[in-house]
């Protein structure tokens, strides 16, 4: 079955420590991105990849980074800058006008 | 700037009742409408979507209405099951691009059996 896979589901931090959360996609999308997902609030965007080797920032990419070297893969790091890095992290990826498929999220905590 | 919001943060149905979830925005430009269900725990799930040309569109047990002159979004599910309890969003792309997706906070929906 094509789909996207996020991994870990949970993950647990040190403050202070950098986290990579990995997303992976066997749909041939070319379009990938990663969004934030805080109790009562809507999903926001952190960076999106419209092609392998490029990648632009969203709404709040501060603290964050992002590499695109596989069109298949759209890992997230998760930096010591970030202030409020707990979180649920949701990956998502799409073919031009077409509906974002979503992976299954991994929630991080950092204590 | 543009914003996308929900008229009840929260919607509890008896099993079998139809329900509607809206969705107010306020970009008239937005030319793309979607609808996802996202279940506790997991990602959103893609329901249905709508283009600005288009008034309602019809999915199985959904239907999205769209009313450009009050700038109204619905979703209205049919004989509502247990299955059907989730958070749902409306989202909204404008400026004719695929990526820039504007996600309300979401409506909380109960099925009581």
């Known amino acids: 079955d094509g789909g996207i896979t996020q991994s870990p589901k949970y993950l647990f931090r040190k403050e202070g420590q950098n986290v990579t959360l990995s997303c992976e996609q066997n749909?041939?999308?070319?379009?990938m991105y990663w969004y934030r997902q805080d109790p009562g609030q809507g999903l926001r965007l952190i960076y999106y990849?419209?092609?392998?080797?490029?990648?632009q920032k969203g709404d709040i990419a501060e603290g964050y980074s992002v590499s695109r070297e596989k069109k298949e893969s759209f890992p997230l790091t998760v930096t010591s800058a970030q202030k409020n890095p707990t979180a649920f992290y949701l990956c998502?990826?799409?073919?031009?006008?077409?509906?974002?498929?979503f992976g299954n999220g991994t929630r991080l905590t950092v204590t | 700037g543009e914003s996308v919001g929900l008229h009840l943060p929260t919607l509890s149905v008896q099993e079998g009742d139809n329900s509607i979830i809206n969705c107010a925005y306020s970009?008239?430009?937005?030319?793309?409408f979607i609808w996802y269900k996202q279940e506790s725990g997991k990602g959103p799930q893609f329901i249905i979507d709508?283009?600005?040309?288009?008034d309602k569109r019809q999915g199985q047990r959904v239907t999205v209405l769209l009313n450009k002159t009050v700038k109204h979004l619905s979703l209205q599910i049919a004989a509502t099951q247990p299955g059907d309890s989730a958070v749902y969003f409306c989202?909204?792309?404008?400026?004719?691009?695929?990526?820039?997706?504007?996600f309300g906070k979401g409506t909380l929906l109960t099925v009581n059996p």
């Open positions: 989202a909204e792309v404008s400026g004719g691009s695929n990526y820039k997706l504007t």
């Open positions: 970009n008239s430009a937005s030319d793309y």
């Open positions: 749909l041939n999308h070319d379009a």
């Open positions: 709508i283009r600005s040309n288009m």
């Open positions: 998502a990826s799409n073919t031009r006008w077409s509906p974002l498929h």
């Open positions: 990849s419209q092609i392998v080797n490029d990648f």
